[in-house]
């Protein structure tokens, strides 16, 4: 995205103002920001829904695998650059309103079947998508029936079987308890790790973020605060809750600490409370 801009239809303040951001293979960029920052807006940019589905005026650049958003159909826009590999998969923040299917199988195999990918190859791609999410032996259950988490991780697992180039995940955990929530940052850790994926996770606070990602970028009133390594953003915790993104326990604690003379001063910032305990220790 370049110096993008959009505001919504008869919406006068936009939505994104001046956006830059760029996301290559394999990246994976932490996004936060209060409510009605911009978050989902960027998003829905990132799959051309933005302006393609909303309407709305729309300036700068977004390219997506190198195709101009703004001049490409939105079917033609999201064609796969690489046979049978989807170029973006979104999941959004409340499960249920994404499930397709009768059974976790139907809903894994929608996305992959609309890409063209042959039955064997899905059925495969199912199998390992839901060992990956851990949620071998639900093939056959009904979506509804699973918990939040489940219901998460079945939503993650039908992007992984489309295997996009990118894999945005707008706010996963905010429906969840702190265990649903601790699983779907431990699976983001293993698709990180993978490398077979850039990942966007739109998060509220920072708390598992900031540890889990690359980058982090922090969105104000749809202007871009923040696009650094999470280790120099948490150095500016009065700037990140003047914001209104809760920075880590640990991050805070380690600035006062240093402040007050406890810990020497140190480039980076504390992500967890593991490192900040090691640091006080020594
Ligand atoms: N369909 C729409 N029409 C008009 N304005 C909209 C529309 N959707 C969002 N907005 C406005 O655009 C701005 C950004 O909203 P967006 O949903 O992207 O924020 P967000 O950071 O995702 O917030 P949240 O944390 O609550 O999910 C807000 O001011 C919001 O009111
Ligand atoms: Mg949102």
């Known amino acids: 995205m370049r110096d993008v801009e959009f505001r919504y239809p008869g919406t006068s303040a936009p939505a994104l103002d001046g956006v830059s951001l760029t996301i290559s293979d394999g990246e994976v960029v932490g996004l936060a920001g209060p409510t009605g920052a911009g978050k989902t807006t960027l998003c829905m940019a990132l799959t051309g829904l933005v302006p393609h589905s909303t309407g709305g005026t729309l300036s700068g650049s977004v390219k997506l695998g190198g195709r101009e958003s703004r001049d490409t159909p939105l079917g033609e826009l999201l064609s796969p650059l690489d046979a049978d590999r989807a170029l973006v998969a979104v999941t959004f923040q409340d499960p249920e309103s994404q499930i397709v299917g009768m059974t976790v199988e139907e809903d894994l195999a929608f996305g992959a079947e609309n ?168």
């Open 115 to 282: 890409l063209g990918v042959p039955r064997e190859e899905i059925n495969r791609r199912i199998d390992e998508a839901l060992a990956f999410v851990r949620l071998d032996g639900f093939r056959e259950s009904f979506p509804y029936s699973l918990s939040g988490g489940q219901k998460q991780r079945v939503a993650i697992a039908a992007a992984i079987v489309m295997r996009p180039r990118l894999l945005i995940l707008d706010e996963p955990t905010s429906e969840l308890d702190p265990q649903g929530r601790a699983e779907i940052f431990e699976l983001i850790g293993r698709l990180a790790a993978s490398g077979e994926y850039a990942v966007l996770v739109v998060e509220h606070a920072l708390d598992d973020l900031a540890a889990a990602v690359d980058r982090l970028v922090i969105l104000e009133s749809g202007k871009v605060r923040f696009d650094a390594p999470p280790a120099e953003v948490l150095r500016d915790v009065d700037r990140l809750v003047e914001i209104g993104v809760r920075p880590p326990d640990a991050s805070v604690i380690g600035i006062a600490a240093e402040r007050a003379g406890l810990l020497p001063p140190s480039p980076i910032a504390f992500l967890d409370d593991a490192a900040l305990l090691a640091a006080l220790a020594r």
